[in-house]
T-cell receptor
Framework: DADVTQTPRNRITKTGKRIMLECSQTKGHDRMYWYRQDPGLGLRLIYYSFDVKDINKGEISDGYSVSRQAQAKFSLSLESAIPNQTALYFC?????????????FGPGTRLLVL | GENVEQHPSTLSVQEGDSAVIKCTYSDSASNYFPWYKQELGKRPQLIIDIRSNVGEKKDQRIAVTLNKTAKHFSLHITETQPEDSAVYFCAAGYSTLTFGKGTMLLVSP
């Protein structure tokens, strides 16, 4: 779905570095989410935001922070990356104001922490 | 919080057979149950969903059933085709979603 984009698509970093993953959407949706995907573990929610001024922790928020800069932008930061944060990260959006609970996923960012 | 269990983790079928994937959930407040399909190297995409006021929903070869009393829901795919091969995730929730760990479906020609 080209309406949800993520940058970068791939990233290699070193332990201890700070990195930011960005998500943008042109769908006009109010809700945005960050998930990580690990083999055999499914999708786990890191943080979510129901509006620009709303930030909520998900199941696995430790070691991560987020910023909702605008309705269309939601960034995920790893303050000090560690190897077990190596994963595939997905951003998703939904439009509850329109009564649609469907979550639309971005293409993913593959992160490798050395 | 919500806990979603999904079985089986892998499923191999012959083309034309049916496939069934089952999920259970723990939180009785959950009222939305979507199913996502993820092809290799791609993003998850919604294939069908069901809400707690409905017991069954069908879309061509795909159907989902929900038993609220038992807290389980299932995905049924009939007349499977090789292009159905993918990882399928169930999820449950009411404001956020908790996902199962996924089922890798392989359809052999």
């Amino acid at each position: 779905d080209a309406d949800v984009t993520q940058t970068p698509r791939n990233r290699i970093t070193k332990t201890g570095k700070r990195i930011m993953l960005e998500c943008s959407q042109t769908k006009g949706h109010d809700r945005m989410y960050w998930y990580r995907q690990d083999p055999g573990l499914g999708l786990r929610l890191i943080y979510y935001s129901f509006d620009v001024k709303d930030i909520n922790k998900g199941e696995i928020s430790d070691g991560y922070s987020v910023s909702r800069q605008a309705q269309a932008k939601f960034s995920l930061s790893l303050e000090s990356a560690i190897p077990n944060q190596t994963a595939l990260y997905f951003c998703a959006t939904s439009d509850l104001l329109a009564g649609d609970e469907t979550q639309y996923f971005g293409p993913g960012t593959r992160l490798l922490v050395l | 919080g919500e806990n979603v269990e999904q079985h089986p983790s892998t499923l191999s079928v012959q083309e034309g057979d049916s496939a069934v994937i089952k999920c259970t959930y723990s939180d009785s407040a959950s009222n939305y149950f979507p199913w996502y399909k993820q092809e290799l190297g791609k993003r998850p995409q919604l294939i069908i969903d069901i809400r707690s006021n409905v017991g069954e929903k069908k879309d061509q070869r795909i159907a989902v059933t929900l038993n609220k009393t038992a807290k389980h829901f299932s995905l049924h795919i009939t007349e499977t085709q090789p292009e159905d091969s993918a990882v399928y995730f169930c999820a449950a929730g009411y404001s956020t979603l908790t996902f199962g760990k996924g089922t890798m479906l392989l359809v052999s020609p």
